[in-house]
Antibody, heavy 118, light 107 residues
Framework: QVQLQESGPGPVKPSQTLSLTCTVSGASISSGGYSWSWVRQHPGKGLEWIGYIYNTGTTYYNPSLKSRVTMSVDTSKNQFSLRLSFVTAADTAVYFC??????????WGRGTLVTVSS | DIQMTQSPSSLSASVGDRVTVTCRAS??????LHWYQQKPGKAPNLLIY???SLQSGVPSRFSGSGFGTDFTLSISSLQPEDVATYFC?????????FGGGTKVEIK
């Protein structure tokens, strides 16, 4: 079955760049028909869509984060990635990767907590 | 951005009760409305897509309805394993947006 797994280097200091990778198994990013998304959830709060990327590299970002977000895809490794620059404590959250089909998120990773702290 | 408003923010019901959660969009979104269940410490799980279609593997006690701006998620007979937070999400336009969530507990 389709599985997604987030990975990243751990805590991030303020003003630095948060980098996460999502590894997909059970489905091929290069086959098309889906987009690949990042969503975050602040502790005890709701869900915030960050953006998504297609296998072609086409991206759509949430305007609220657009100036700081970059997504990329590596079809050879069946991975896609998120970079969020100039982070602050307000970026502390659980970050999920997910597969998007017809604008609903049908498979999710387990999520990874990213803490921004000096 | 399309704002999604859920009500109530939390509810408590007995096992076997029928439970209804409401989601309202700030503008018409046709049937581009999806529902997720999130248990503590877990990722959200897709329950209902396109307002009323049950995702594969989801128990039939879950159902969804609505079109335009007003939508409902119903659980016909609440079970202990349904304790979770439920979110709606619109897929009509970008940015994709979620409701604030409804926490369902057992009385």
């Amino acid at each position: 079955q389709v599985q997604l797994q987030e990975s990243g280097p751990g805590p991030v200091k303020p003003s630095q760049t948060l980098s996460l990778t999502c590894t997909v198994s059970g489905a091929s990013i290069s086959s098309g028909g889906y987009s690949w998304s990042w969503v975050r959830q602040h502790p005890g709060k709701g869900l915030e869509w960050i953006g998504y990327i297609y296998n072609t590299g086409t991206t759509y970002y949430n305007p609220s984060l657009k100036s700081r977000v970059t997504m990329s895809v590596d079809t050879s490794k069946n991975q896609f990635s998120l970079r969020l620059s100039f982070v602050t404590a307000a970026d502390t959250a659980v970050y999920f990767c997910a597969r998007v089909h017809n604008d609903c998120l049908d498979h999710w990773g387990r999520g990874t907590l990213v803490t921004v702290s000096s | 951005d399309i704002q999604m408003t859920q009500s109530p923010s939390s509810l408590s019901a007995s096992v076997g009760d029928r439970v209804t959660v409401t989601c309202r969009a700030s503008q018409s979104i046709a049937d581009y409305l999806h529902w997720y269940q999130q248990k503590p410490g877990k990722a959200p799980n897709l329950l209902i897509y396109s307002a009323s279609s049950l995702q594969s593997g989801v128990p039939s006690r879950f159902s969804g309805s609505g079109f335009g701006t007003d939508f409902t998620l119903s659980i016909s007979s609440l079970q202990p394993e349904d304790v979770a937070t439920y979110f709606c999400q619109q897929g009509y336009s970008r940015p994709l947006t979620f409701g604030g969530g409804t926490k369902v507990e057992i009385k």
